[in-house]
T-cell receptor, first 112, second 112 residues
Framework: EPEVTQTPSHQVTQMGQEVILRCVPISNHLYFYWYRQILGQKVEFLVSFYNNEISEKSEIFDDQFSVERPDGSNFTLKIRSTKLEDSAMYFC??????????FGQGTRLTVV | GESVGLHLPTLSVQEGDNSIINCAYSNSASDYFIWYKQESGKGPQFIIDIRSNMDKRQGQRVTVLLNKTVKHLSLQIAATQPGDSAVYFCAENIYAGNMLTFGGGTRLMVKP
């Protein structure tokens, strides 16, 4: 069964460093998303991406964040200068029609 | 200050019993809803969805009920099994490609 894959599963970084979280969405999907979940809290939307551009973003997705689809298979989230409060699980999701979204297993980002 | 993490409502059921998990959604403009299951350390797993032109949809051992009048969604799990133990989230969506807005989640604990 096709699935969304994310790498790495766990990333530890020093405050102020840049991180890139990687995702391979399901191959025939057209809509891509990043969400995050701070430990013990609910899943929060960050950004959606369609037709090679950001279609929607939340207040969390400030200038420190960016997304890219560098080729036909990868979808990345970059955090330019990480802060302690960026520590969370980051989930990539993809959708064929922009409705049902399938999530990856997440990257646990720990900022120290 | 605010305590870290959500205090999730918890539903504890006996193995073999039926479970009903409830969700109140926020936006009357939402027209598509999904139930997700999240096991510890994993990403949200799609269970079942429903569009607003329906009030009931059945899957394998699961049924989703939608009451648009009171903005309420429920997930019924028949013959609950230990493997059903997880946190369950409802999510709502306004239009294709739009973000999913997640509810706070309910922890389901199945006693053998």
């Amino acid at each position: 069964e096709p699935e969304v894959t994310q790498t790495p599963s766990h990333q530890v970084t020093q405050m102020g460093q840049e991180v890139i979280l990687r995702c391979v969405p399901i191959s025939n999907h057209l809509y891509f998303y990043w969400y995050r979940q701070i430990l013990g809290q609910k899943v929060e939307f960050l950004v959606s991406f369609y037709n090679n551009e950001i279609s929607e973003k939340s207040e969390i997705f400030d200038d420190q964040f960016s997304v890219e689809r560098p080729d036909g298979s990868n979808f990345t989230l970059k955090i330019r200068s990480t802060k302690l409060e960026d520590s969370a699980m980051y989930f990539c999701a993809s959708s064929e029609r922009g409705r049902e979204a399938f999530f990856g297993q997440g990257t646990r980002l720990t900022v120290v | 200050g605010e305590s870290v993490g959500l205090h999730l409502p918890t539903l504890s059921v006996q193995e073999g019993d039926n479970s009903i998990i409830n969700c109140a959604y926020s936006n009357s403009a939402s027209d598509y809803f999904i139930w997700y299951k999240q096991e510890s350390g994993k990403g949200p797993q799609f269970i079942i969805d429903i569009r607003s032109n329906m009030d009931k949809r059945q899957g394998q051992r699961v049924t989703v009920l939608l009451n648009k009048t009171v903005k309420h969604l429920s997930l019924q799990i028949a013959a609950t099994q230990p493997g059903d133990s997880a946190v369950y989230f409802c999510a709502e969506n306004i239009y294709a490609g739009n973000m999913l807005t997640f509810g706070g989640g309910t922890r389901l604990m199945v006693k053998p």
